[in-house]
Nanobody
């Protein structure tokens, strides 16, 4: 069982930046992918970003060009650099790990609030 612990959320003004971190209890190198989803009040959870074992990345349309996903395998940590934040980015952000052939693991989430 892998545990994922997110940190780095908080309150920021529109146009500001935050960096989220996700510390895994074990090696992240073995996962096919890792990523971030988010869920705003009253809305469905949506994909924010993914990073695959080979290093390729993908982003949700609403964050392209503003957010950057990265990982440090040596530290078993996943990051999400969020720039040019908008009020509509307000949500709980969840870190996920996607092993092959089994269900993904998710963290408990960290709140990001962007004020206008």
């Amino acid at each position: 069982q892998v545990q994922l612990v997110e940190s780095g959320g908080g309150l920021v003004q529109a146009g500001g930046s935050l960096r989220l971190s996700c510390l895994a209890s074990g090696s992240i190198f073995s996962f096919d992918a890792m990523g971030w989803n988010r869920q705003a009040p009253g809305k469905q959870r949506e994909l924010v970003a993914r990073i695959y074992r080979g290093g390729s990345t993908m982003y949700g349309d609403s964050v392209k060009g503003r957010f950057t996903i990265s990982r440090d395998n040596a530290k078993n940590t996943l990051y999400l650099q969020m720039n040019s934040l908008k009020p509509e980015d307000t949500a709980v952000y969840y870190c996920g790990a996607f092993p092959a052939l089994v269900s993904p693991y998710w963290g408990q989430g960290t709140q990001v609030t962007v004020s206008s």
